[in-house]
């Protein structure tokens, strides 16, 4: 799998917004681009997952790079509970067989009430 | 209603114990996995299962072992526990087009 690159740590201020970068400057044109997060003593959770355009849901934004080496997770405001260690990550496919995750080390996110 | 749910959530155990964890979802999904995360935070996938199948396998001594009864179960087996089996495990399942669901984990402790 291709490698993905991110900051090892960020701060953010409660209800501003959070960019979260990740680089992944060797990713082939069939890699989905995945963020999944981590709160304390939990499992991971899904966040949002794009191929080439840029994708919104109710927890995040991700804007992807036109050459798609690079993309942001964007939280639009804040929250203490946002607080997590999170992990962008490529895989080959969304779902189905043969659709591993490999997990990094991801950004630990804090947030300042 | 939990979607993935594992079984137990903490598990103590001596050194050379056979034990086993449970893994559960009411999602429907059609591929299960399993993935330990250590001391250091990394998360490293070990086995995954699409409809009762073995499909990755990773690097795993073999004292684990995994078993699929049918596609809403994944159980994982471990033999003759070692002091570097202790570690949080983690059950997820996943389906076409979809992430990944995490159980809540599993934190075992060998003594």
């Known amino acids: 799998d291709a490698k993905t690159t991110q900051p090892n740590s960020m701060e953010s201020n409660e209800e501003e917004p959070v960019h979260l970068p990740c680089n992944h400057s060797t990713i082939s044109g069939t890699d989905y681009i995945h963020w999944y997060r981590q709160l304390p003593s939990q499992g991971p959770e899904y966040v949002i997952h794009g191929l080439t355009s840029n994708v919104n849901n109710r927890m995040a934004s991700l804007a992807i790079a036109e050459d798609r080496k690079s993309s942001t997770l964007i939280l639009h405001r804040a929250t203490l509970r946002d607080a997590a260690v999170y992990y962008c990550i490529l895989s080959r496919n969304s779902g189905g067989s043969n659709y591993k995750l490999t997990f990094g080390k991801g950004t630990l996110l804090t947030v300042n009430p | 209603d939990t979607a993935v749910s594992q079984t137990p959530k903490y598990l103590v155990t001596q050194m050379g114990n056979d034990k086993s964890i449970k893994c559960e979802q009411n999602?429907?999904?059609?591929?299960m996995y399993w993935y330990k995360q250590d001391s250091k935070k990394f998360l490293k996938i070990m086995f995954s299962y699409n409809n009762k199948e073995l499909i990755i396998n990773e690097t795993v001594p073999n004292r684990f072992s995994p078993k699929s009864p049918d596609k809403a179960h994944l159980n994982l087996h471990i033999n003759s526990l070692e002091l570097g089996d202790s570690a949080v495990y983690f059950c997820a399942s996943s389906t076409q087009g979809y992430g990944y669901t995490f159980g809540s984990g599993t934190r075992l402790t060998v003594v």
């Open positions: 999602l429907g999904h059609d591929t």
